[in-house]
C-alpha cells in the first residue's frame, strides 16, 4: 500500500485548504484511514480518520466543527477539509492507513502505512 499526500500550503487564518491522499496497492487490506499532523518541535498527534469501507468519522477535539475528513471512492482518495484555518493547525501533515485490528484509530502506533507529508502553513 502506497499513500500520497497532496494540498498543503500558505494560508491566511480563518481560510481553508482541502489536503488530498492517493491510496494505490492492496487497498481491499486496508480498514482505517487517518490523518496526523506534526507542528515544528513537537509531536505528531491525530486529526481525523475514518472507516475505509464505512462511514464512521472521529476527529480531534481541536479540529472538530472545522474540518472534515472524506473519501472518493472511485478515486481511491481520501480527503481533509479544513474551515476556520488558524495559526496553530500550522503543520506538517500526514495520510496514513491500517488494516483491521481492534486497535485506537488515534494512536500513531495502530498504523501500517503511511504517506509523505504535505506542509500546511497558516498565517495571522
Known amino acids: 500500500v502506497q499513500l500520497q499526500a497532496s494540498g498543503g500550503g500558505l494560508v491566511e487564518a480563518g481560510g481553508s485548504l482541502t489536503l488530498s491522499c492517493v491510496v494505490s496497492?492492496?487497498?481491499?487490506?486496508?480498514?482505517?484511514v487517518a490523518w496526523f499532523r506534526q507542528a515544528p518541535g513537537k509531536e505528531r498527534v491525530f486529526v481525523a480518520a475514518r472507516s475505509w469501507g464505512g462511514v464512521v468519522e472521529k476527529y480531534a477535539e481541536s479540529v472538530k466543527g472545522r474540518f472534515t475528513i472524506s473519501r472518493d471512492n472511485a478515486k481511491n482518495t481520501v480527503y481533509l477539509q479544513m474551515n476556520g484555518l488558524k495559526p496553530e493547525d500550522t503543520a506538517l501533515y500526514y495520510c496514513a492507513a491500517r488494516k483491521f485490528r481492534p486497535d485506537d484509530d488515534s494512536s500513531e502506533s495502530s498504523y501500517d502505512y503511511w504517506g509523505q507529508g504535505t506542509l500546511v502553513t497558516v498565517s495571522s
Open positions: 496497492g492492496e487497498t481491499s487490506s486496508i480498514y482505517t
